[in-house]
């Protein structure tokens, strides 16, 4: 008696709950690969900001530093002892040696003011040349304005009295009535992302001065 044996055929392939589950590793792995790419892509642009920020605040500090040290003693003429050194909390106008509209050379009027309500706030500076008295602002001559910072909080001017041993600032100085200028020139406000600023600028020749 012949016996036949059957082959049994076997169909390899993968099942639908193979191809499901497979389907949401690769979904998994999708996400986590992008989260990854999106947290370091939002890292890297956050260093850039803050390397930026740091790089114009640094710029607007180089600016005001070179203006204030240079702060002159300018008098509109020899009879007369006032200075023309004007300092408000929220504004200061004096005269510099130094002016970048005629290449660092020569006497130019600065003018540093605040302007704006909290969080909106514009610290701006213009250089006037020739150096001119407040109330001959029309006469004519080369100005220009720059905004050194934008979106500030409760800016504040305060200026060193060189007089006396004890350090002692003060929120207004007027040359027409101290006849000097102040040692130095300390300006603080809170930035656009809240961080506190603060610089102290000598004036050189206050500094010098016996």
């Not at 603060?198 to 010098?208: A, G, N, Q, R, T």
């Amino acid at each position: 008696m012949r016996t036949r044996n059957s082959q049994v055929k076997t169909q390899s392939g993968f099942t639908l709950i193979e191809v499901a589950i497979s389907i949401t590793l690769l979904a998994l792995i999708a996400v986590i690969l992008y989260g990854a790419f999106y947290l370091s892509h939002r890292a890297v642009m956050k260093s850039q900001a803050r390397a930026e920020e740091s790089q114009r605040l640094r710029s607007a500090g180089d600016l005001l530093a070179g203006y204030i040290r240079s702060a002159y003693p300018y008098r509109l003429s020899s009879q007369d002892p006032s200075i023309l050194f004007f300092g408000e909390q929220d504004s200061l106008s004096f005269v510099s040696a130094l002016s970048s509209g005629m290449g660092g050379r020569g006497m130019s009027q600065i003018t540093i003011s605040y302007e704006g309500g909290d969080g909106t706030g514009l610290l701006t500076l213009v250089e006037k040349i020739p150096a001119h008295a407040p109330e001959a602002e029309g006469s004519a001559g080369y100005a220009n304005g720059v905004v050194l910072d934008q979106g500030l909080r409760g800016l504040s001017l305060e200026y060193l009295d060189p007089q006396g041993d004890e350090e002692r600032w003060v929120d207004q100085w007027s040359g027409a009535e101290k006849r000097m200028l102040p040692r130095a020139v300390r300006l603080r406000y809170q930035g656009a992302q809240r961080e506190e600023i603060e610089w102290v600028f000598p004036i050189m020749l206050s500094v010098l001065s016996p």
